[in-house]
């Protein structure tokens, strides 16, 4: 299992940036995906979480309405629109396979490097 995590980087307050995940080693449309956080000092925290299919999704309450993940099974890569960045989303992010439990995600234990992203006020 592989996941190489890309488009991180430096982003002034209110900007956006598009995370991708791109999966391999596995049948990526047999899993959920997602991504999580972690600042520095705080523990690793779920972002937003997304079916196999694509057809439901989880989100923080923090990121919420500014947020998107998705996933292009044909590609074996997940998304993560982020919009609207605002100083406390600085963290680096880190792509995680693994299931749904009735609306609850458990990941499994198979992460990325991370990609850091950083806003600046």
């Known amino acids: 299992v592989q996941l190489v995590e890309s488009g991180g980087g430096l982003v002034q307050s209110g900007g956006s ?6 999966a391999s080693g596995f049948t990526f449309s ?6 999580f956080r972690q600042a520095p000092g ?6 937003a979480a997304i079916t196999n299919s694509g057809g439901s999704t989880n989100y ?3 990121v919420k309405g500014r947020f998107t993940i998705s996933r292009d099974n044909a590609k074996n ?3 993560l629109q982020m ?3 605002k100083p406390e989303d600085t963290a680096v992010y880190y792509c ?4 749904f439990r009735g609306s609850f995600y458990f990941p499994n234990d198979y992460w990325g490097q991370g990609t850091q992203v950083t806003v600046s006020s």
């Open 17 to 22: 940036l598009r995370l991708s995940c791109a």
């Open 30 to 35: 047999s899993y959920a995906m997602s991504w």
């Open 42 to 47: 705080k523990p690793r925290e779920l972002v």
């Open 60 to 62: 923080a309450d923090s």
């Open 77 to 79: 890569t997940v998304y």
């Open 83 to 85: 919009n609207s960045l």
């Open 96 to 99: 995680n396979r693994g299931n």
